[in-house]
């Protein structure tokens, strides 16, 4: 008898896969404008199991070290999990000290997904050519906008005021990233962009993500109002 095959372990790799450059099973860079230097350590915990990636500033030896004490862990109760495993914090420590680190829930965008547009606003699919739209209220996503579709974002007159974008994506599956002014702020204009743009990323054929930090309110607000299926905890180490 085989075992099936466990969806938040593969959900977890894809968004591995999605949020880094990974070559030979290590991690090169972030998956972003720029390639910045990625984590030394993410972690990814489920309800079946630990995964780690290492980067390839991590010596061999302690990679695998990290690897092995992965495979050792016990499945994680998610609500549980909120703060950087401390083994694994000693472990790295020996390469250099953990310099930062960030913790929060994982979730993917249902397919059924869908919030009224706030009164007074309009949604808007935002292409390469629509860059000079987000000059003033968002610049970088003016700058990087071809590298950031699907975006979509809600208009108040002739200007953007939130905005939803692929902060990440491999193809397979695309990452949210979502910003709001602070004057357009609580009317609730995340998540009515996040289900929007989640129908656009599964009209690609690909899985929409979306991650954030146990202690940004905002963000998983979010997801509750939109009802996202959490199927994991990530866990960055510097």
Do not use: K
Not at 6 to 32: E, K, M, S, Y
Not at 58 to 78: C, F, G, K, M, N
Request: net charge neutral; aromatic share 6%.
């Amino acid at each position: 008898m085989t075992t099936a095959p466990d969806p938040t372990q593969n959900l977890a790799a894809l968004q591995a896969q999605t949020l880094f450059v990974i070559r030979h099973g290590r991690l090169t860079a972030i998956n972003d404008v720029g390639h910045p230097a990625p984590p030394r350590c993410f972690l990814s915990c489920t309800a079946s199991a630990v995964q780690a990636w290492t980067s390839i500033a991590v010596p061999a030896d302690l990679a695998d070290e990290l690897h092995r004490w992965a495979a050792d862990q016990p499945p994680a109760t998610l609500a549980e999990a909120v703060s950087p495993p401390a083994e694994a914090a000693r472990l790295l420590a020996r390469h250099a000290p953990v310099t930062h680190s960030f913790v929060g829930p994982a979730f993917v965008v249902p397919d059924s997904t869908d919030e009224p547009t706030p009164p007074g606003i309009t949604l808007r699919n935002c292409g390469p050519s629509t860059a000079p739209l987000f000059r003033e209220t968002f610049p970088e996503v003016a700058d990087s906008i071809a590298e950031r579709q699907p975006t979509v974002a809600a208009f108040d007159g002739d200007r953007p005021v939130a905005v939803c974008c692929a902060a990440r994506n491999s193809g397979a599956a695309y990452e949210a990233g979502t910003e709001t002014l602070p004057t357009h702020r609580g009317r609730h204009l995340a998540p009515a962009l996040v289900a929007r743009w989640a129908r656009l990323v599964r009209a690609r054929g690909a899985t929409p993500l979306y991650s954030t930090e146990w202690d940004n309110r905002a963000s998983l607000s979010v997801a509750r109002r939109l009802g996202m299926d959490q199927y994991a905890v990530n866990v960055n180490l510097y």
